[in-house]
């Protein structure tokens, strides 16, 4: 029988089956497979459509604005400490405990129910079968398509449980919704996003693998904010004890620009891969005043982990997490001005939700992958109903967001409060592009991809489709 009917038998007996599917490209509901099931509700519709046409994007934000030296000017005491070490740990419990899929590796069960399993597998088929997408070539793909990639996962439903084990990535990968490295999408004027995309890791991310493929090419892998599949290729295994320790090294290196290069020897010659902001390793010794050494996973001939000795320049890490103060949060958001989007991570750089994930790995501030449960993170300090004004909606940011404390929501999108200039709210975002929808119902893209500081008013060209108009929450991490 094939996989999918195989699932679809299970939960229409069980009456498990997942709720409607609508036409994000997500689920409505999405199931942790952790020691406990989390059932997290998607709040927006996108609706996929052609572009009918294309703008260029001119950015009217003044030059001045452009640094992080202009917003810190503006607060009162910018080096105030927001939160302690101690602060920022009671701080990820309380996000940890909340409906947001947060993994902690340290306590991860050694074992989980096939069942409990299988309603994720089933969620993310009816999740990518909802709606119709294409390949490279703009050929429809059917629903056997699909199934065959579901028909390469290695699950006995004979099985009541699924031995769970350890490893960590020893390359930059990506994390896909099913096991395959096909780039599908959702529309001719969409081929910069591939719906198989899910996220991306550096190497060193510490993860669970619950199983395989058939031929072992694939592993689903719980990372701790992402779930899904990876080249099996990318990971060494462990035991839990040893992933342990890497994940609570004592004294570790952040990194802390964009992108940090390591080397395998001293001389820093013999080039081995390249992380991004908020990655940290175990720190082993300085090396004078411009170099460190740290340890760095690999992988032996049978697939295992063992550790190395990897080089990196003094100036792209701290020891240990910078400290949790507002001008500490905008210099590392501003180091990524104009640095690319790109939907899931994909080729090594970030989208809306990833950018804002790495600045606060930086202060050791763990946040959920995705925007829609960054926003129940700390504390909701607006909530806008649907007949609230723009206008009164600047007002209310302007009173209860803080400067590199607030993120500021909108279906599809997340972004950074910087500060206010003028009364008008301003942030910094990593972006694809601004849509808009004219009289005649036909959709408009003005592409920018890349993370740009703008204020809440772009995208008024056409009446209801400003960011500002689009913004429905606000929430402080403290």
């Not at 690999?298 to 910078?322: C, E, M, P, T, V």
């Not at 500490?328 to 809306?352: M, R, T, V």
Request: aromatic share 12%; proline share 3%.
């Amino acid at each position: 029988m094939r996989y999918f009917l195989i699932l679809s038998l299970l939960f229409a007996s069980a009456g498990l089956f997942a709720g409607q599917i609508n036409n994000t490209g997500i689920c409505s509901d999405t199931v942790q497979i952790s020691s406990k099931t989390v059932f997290i509700k998607n709040p927006f519709e996108i609706i996929y459509k052609e572009v009918k046409e294309r703008l260029p994007f001119f950015d009217n934000t003044p030059r001045i604005m452009k640094t992080s030296g202009y917003w810190i000017s503006k607060l009162d005491n910018p080096d105030k400490i927001i939160l302690s070490k101690k602060e920022i740990k009671e701080f990820n419990e309380r996000i940890f405990k909340t409906k947001v899929n947060i993994n902690n590796l340290k306590d991860y069960p050694e074992t989980i129910k096939t069942a409990d399993f299988l309603k994720t597998l089933n969620t993310r088929f009816l999740m990518i079968t909802d709606k119709q997408y294409f390949n490279a070539k703009f050929e429809e793909l059917t629903l056997s398509y699909f199934q065959n990639i579901c028909d390469k996962i290695d699950v006995s439903e004979s099985s009541e449980t699924l031995h769970v084990k350890f490893a960590v990535t020893v390359r930059y990968s990506d994390i896909r919704i099913m096991p395959s490295e096909d780039k599908i999408f959702s529309s001719k004027s969409s081929f910069d996003i591939d719906r198989l995309q899910e996220e991306s890791l550096d190497f060193g991310t510490p993860l669970a693998v619950i199983c395989q493929t058939k031929d072992k090419q694939w592993s689903y892998v719980a990372a701790p904010v992402e779930e899904g599949w990876i080249k099996t290729a990318n990971i060494a295994f462990t035991d839990r004890k040893t992933l342990s320790k890497w994940i609570n090294a004592k004294k570790t290196a952040v990194i802390i620009n964009t992108k940090a290069d390591v080397y395998l020897d001293e001389s820093m010659k013999t080039y081995f891969e390249y992380v991004r902001m908020g990655s940290r390793f175990p720190l082993l010794k300085k090396i004078g005043k411009t170099k460190i050494c740290v340890s760095i996973p690999a992988s032996d001939a049978q697939g295992n982990l063992y550790l190395k000795q990897g080089y990196i320049s003094s100036d792209n890490i701290n020891k240990g997490f910078l400290e949790y103060s507002q001008r500490n949060i905008l210099i590392q958001a501003f180091k990524h001005l104009n640095s690319p989007y790109s939907w899931g991570g994909y080729n090594g750089e970030q989208d809306c939700s990833s950018f804002i994930g790495q600045i606060f790995n930086c202060f050791g501030i763990v946040l959920p992958e995705m925007s829609f449960q960054k926003i129940k993170c700390g504390t909701l300090t607006a909530d806008f109903s649907d007949d609230i004004s723009s206008d009164e909606k600047n007002k209310i940011i302007f009173k209860n967001a803080a400067a590199g404390l607030s993120l500021v929501y909108l279906p599809g999108h997340i972004m950074l409060y910087i500060g206010n200039n003028d009364n008008k709210p301003y942030a910094i975002h990593a972006i694809n592009g601004l849509s808009a929808y004219n009289q005649d119902n036909e959709k408009t893209m003005t592409d920018i991809n890349k993370i740009i500081i703008s204020d809440l008013d772009i995208g008024n060209n056409v009446s209801g489709n400003s960011l500002i108009d689009r913004t429905v929450k606000v929430n402080l991490l403290k």
